[in-house]
């Protein structure tokens, strides 16, 4: 059968894989035997799913692929966390980490290869965008993972926190959440994920809409319109305000917050000054701030402040009563924290051409 033609299981949700049993008249209960296989069990190969007879399993193999990314490298990090440098099936890397202990485990997943959103201080943002992964390409990271951690059993947070930006690959990242969702394969229940997101409009209002909701966390980093257009430059088209108002009318589940990440850059966005417009800003939102001392990393033009620095912008939050944390930075000794991923690949259009591209389509 021609390649182009095959249909790769690692893509499918249930539904679509009990439709294709219905179709080449053979019991849909095989659909969830499979789905227990992948994701309970862990297994890449259909030759592998013994309580399903031979005949099946061979007839599976000659239908549909069960596309899984290698591991390429795996690095850990003196406290434990662990980056995983991931290869797709066309070559591409990606990374995917873990967080152990935090005190939950922690899965941080990327949604693309790469990312079009050139936030100033962020490494992934260098690359721009190569490609958008799939939803079997997103879940795939967790198969992997759990697999080589040995973690089948355990229970397990997902953060979209990786590289790329959730909701410019819209799609495909909400298939891959109903699939880490369904009850018959990982369940993954929605308050484990939290999507992260510079606040893409259009795609923010549709989230607002889904029946499977993560938790949600906007990457704010500046309480001004100048300064945000300079360092999350997405903002020059869903600016500061209208992004806001979005976060106030958000459908919040009973007893969630929004979490505002906020990247602290010495003596650009971290005086008292500014955690005083922040607490202004989020007057009215069911919010939380977490506080990202910068990363830093050859070629990004910023500098983490001091940890007295950190603590007064935190301080004046928590005086006005804003429930405010500052981010452990896990793993940086192996360039998995945040901000600090990245991986070799060709790419056709400079960043900065990809993001004009994007800003004129939306
Ligand atoms: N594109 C999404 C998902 C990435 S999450 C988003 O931006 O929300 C990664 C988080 O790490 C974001 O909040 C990002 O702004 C932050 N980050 C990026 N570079 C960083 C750096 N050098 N130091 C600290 N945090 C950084």
């Not at 095959?6 to 009990?18: C, I, K, W």
């Not at 992260?196 to 209002?205: C, K, N, R």
Request: proline share 5%.
């Amino acid at each position: 059968m021609a390649t182009a033609l095959r249909t790769d299981a690692a893509e499918m949700e249930l539904a679509e894989l009990e439709h294709y049993f219905f179709s080449a008249n053979a019991p849909k209960f095989h659909a969830r035997q499979i789905f227990q296989w992948i994701y309970g069990r862990g297994v890449t190969d259909f030759a592998a799913m013994t309580d399903l007879g031979r005949d099946l399993r061979a007839q599976l193999a000659r239908d549909l692929d069960l596309s899984t990314p290698t591991v390429a490298r795996r690095e850990r990090s003196a406290d434990g966390t662990t980056k995983f440098l991931l290869q797709l099936a066309d070559g591409h890397l990606i990374e995917s980490v873990f967080i152990p202990d935090t005190p939950s485990q922690t899965f941080c997943i990327s949604t693309q290869v790469g990312c079009a959103m050139r936030c100033a201080f962020c490494l992934t943002g260098k690359m721009g965008i190569v490609r958008n992964l799939t939803a079997g390409e997103i879940v795939g990271q967790v198969r992997v993972l759990l697999r080589e951690l040995n973690m089948l059993d355990e229970r397990f947070n997902i953060v979209l926190m990786g590289m790329g930006e959730p909701l410019h690959n819209y799609d495909a990242t909400m298939k891959a959440l109903r699939i880490l969702g369904d009850e018959h394969g990982l369940a993954v229940a929605p308050r484990r994920i939290t999507l992260s997101t510079v606040g893409v409009l259009p795609a923010l209002e549709r989230l607002a809409t889904e029946p499977f909701m993560p938790n949600l966390a906007i990457s704010l980093h500046s309480t001004t319109e100048d300064q945000r257009d300079m360092l999350v430059p997405i903002n020059r088209k869903y600016g500061l305000k209208e992004l806001l108002d979005a976060c106030r009318k958000f459908p919040l589940k009973r007893r969630s917050r929004i979490t505002f990440e906020y990247v602290l850059l010495e003596g650009v966005n971290d005086t008292p000054e500014d955690a005083r417009r922040l607490v202004k800003l989020l007057h009215g939102i069911k919010a939380k701030v977490n506080l990202l001392p910068l990363n830093e990393a050859p070629g990004i033009p910023f500098t983490r402040p001091s940890d007295a620095r950190v603590n007064r912008f935190a301080q004046v939050l928590a005086d006005h009563g804003v429930t405010v944390s500052v981010r452990r930075s896990r793993g940086r000794d192996i360039r998995a924290a945040c901000g600090q991923l990245i991986t070799e690949s060709s790419r056709k259009l400079a960043p900065g051409a990809q993001l004009a591209q994007l800003m004129e389509q939306h």
